[in-house]
């Protein structure tokens, strides 16, 4: 695996940088689920349904796959942040999913209140998902 840096030289992620990477792959994925969806000749009802349920499915299968791959998504890519492991190797397939599959509980009870948190109150910055998966969001090295 390759590694990221030692665990001193990692420097975790505020949540300033987590927020703004978050808000590019909404609009990132988000566009396109609502692109692909708009075109469909269903009533606004069932479009919307399907933009929620179809949304929520891609947006997870993406963070998964992306930062299972690269550590990133393109949004953490964006503003320079990746997620490895908390010995600074890269994110495996698996820990993206556990950290992906705990996003629901960090949303409680709104607007990812648990997530933030729990960055704020944890020595590494991490969220829920970080510390069931154990990764950590780093500051990409130059």
Not at 20 to 39: K, N, P, Q, T
Not at 123 to 129: K, V
């Amino acid at each position: 695996m390759d590694s990221v840096g030692t665990h001193r030289e990692l420097e975790a992620a505020g949540v300033e940088r987590r927020a703004a990477a978050y808000l590019v792959d909404l609009l990132f994925v988000g566009g396109g689920v609502f692109v692909a969806v708009s075109r469909s000749e269903r009533s606004l009802g069932e479009r919307a349904l399907a933009f929620g349920l179809l949304g929520t499915v891609v947006g997870l299968l993406y963070h998964v796959a992306f930062e299972g791959s690269r550590g990133s998504t393109v949004g953490k890519a964006a503003v320079g942040i990746v997620v490895v492991e908390a010995d600074g190797t890269r994110c495996t397939y698996r820990a993206a999913a556990i950290r992906t599959a705990l996003r629901f509980v960090d949303w409680l009870p709104v607007g990812y209140a648990c997530g933030v948190l729990s960055i704020r109150l944890t020595e590494r910055g991490q969220r829920l998902g970080d510390l069931a998966a154990n990764t950590v969001v780093v500051r990409r090295r130059r």
